[in-house]
């Protein structure tokens, strides 16, 4: 039988692009999502769409009612690092009150499997680089903590009644794939803000912070891409069918520095890209790398997408494809 997932979040970039993975295995999905950052026009008319949010009891215990999910894919969430330094309580209340609500329905409704998107910001600032799932769970910002507070109660729902769950902890999301690509309103995020300068639709780009301790002295992030996102989400997916728990890094393994993207960038677009260089955010390490061999020999993931410059043409094409994004 056609196993039915929820995708929460689905609207949006990650959950996206796992739900276009999931219809080419021949799931059932259904997506949830209260478009507040989601874009409806982003899924396909096939795919059932319930405006809402996972915090609405009344919502949630409405479909769960009259729906049969196999397992619940969980995307919803408020993912700004800056924004959450800012708005402390807007994180907690929607990303780990919200899924507090969601995982009493799954309870509820007899769903037995749960697969969530956490974050490299649960970690902090490593101690050790590429990072292992092992690492200490020190988040410095509130949006770290509030992935590793629902963390923290998947494992309780495990070890009480018995949820069947995979944690996957990426680290920068990127790329375009099937059709779908990045659309956030504000952008905030490095490669679509890169881009959008190169075809004129922004101002230069701003570098936050020159003076970490890496070799250019600006960020040092790993970027994945959705594909390879979605086909983790797969593989986790269908491994909780013989297993009970997983927990797994997300990544490429190597990390590019903000000014080694921007050179990237302008390598794919053939244009010169402009930037400005501004004092640090709050709440950024200097460097995150994701250890993530352990997903690679217990369920064979490979990502493929593995060089900077693919990525960004898979975004770029998007991009240049759609200069206005979901709005166009």
């Known amino acids: 039988m056609t196993e039915h997932i929820l995708v929460t979040g689905g609207a949006g970039y990650i959950g996206g692009a796992a739900v276009?993975?999931?219809?080419?295995?021949?799931?059932?999905?259904?997506?949830?999502?209260?478009l507040s950052r989601g874009h409806r026009t982003s899924l396909t008319d096939s795919v059932p769409l319930i405006v809402g949010d996972t915090g609405d009891r009344d919502c949630l215990s409405g479909f769960f009612s009259t729906n049969r999910f196999d397992a619940v894919m969980h995307f919803a969430a408020f993912a700004e690092v800056s924004e959450s330094m800012l708005q402390p309580a807007k994180y907690f209340k929607?990303?780990?009150?919200?899924?507090?609500?969601?995982?009493?329905?799954?309870?509820?409704?007899?769903?037995?499997k749960f697969v969530f998107s956490s974050t490299c910001a649960v970690f902090g600032f490593p101690d050790s680089i590429p990072i292992p799932e092992t690492a200490a769970k020190l988040p410095v910002n509130p949006y770290g903590q509030s992935k590793l507070q629902t963390e923290i109660m998947l494992d309780w729902f495990h070890r009480v009644h018995g949820l069947r769950y995979a944690v996957l902890r990426y680290f920068n999301a990127a790329g375009a794939w099937d059709g779908h690509g990045e659309h956030h309103e504000p952008e905030s995020h490095l490669i679509p803000n890169v881009l959008r300068t190169a075809l004129g639709a922004a101002g230069p780009v701003p570098i936050f912070g020159t003076d970490y301790p890496t070799p250019d002295g600006t960020c040092v992030r790993d970027f994945i891409h959705i594909y390879d996102l979605a086909t983790a989400h797969l593989a986790v997916l269908q491994s909780l069918d013989t297993s009970h728990r997983h927990i797994y890094n997300l990544g490429n393994g190597t990390g590019f520095s903000v000014r080694e993207v921007i050179a990237a960038a302008s390598r794919v677009t053939g244009q010169k890209i402009a930037f400005t260089e501004s004092p640090r955010r709050p709440g950024d390490p200097p460097v995150l790398i994701a250890g993530s061999e352990k997903i690679r020999?217990?369920?064979?993931?490979?990502?493929?997408?593995?060089?900077?410059e693919e990525?960004?043409?898979?975004?770029w094409s998007w991009h240049v494809a759609n200069p206005n994004g979901y709005t166009g």
């Open 94 to 112: 929607n990303n780990t009150c919200s899924t507090l609500t969601l995982l009493e329905a799954c309870l509820a409704h007899n769903v037995s």
């Open 20 to 34: 276009r993975l999931l219809l080419q295995h021949n799931y059932q999905v259904t997506v949830l999502d209260n």
């Open 311 to 315: 990525i960004v043409q898979t975004a």
């Open 297 to 308: 020999r217990e369920l064979g993931w490979t990502p493929k997408y593995i060089s900077l």
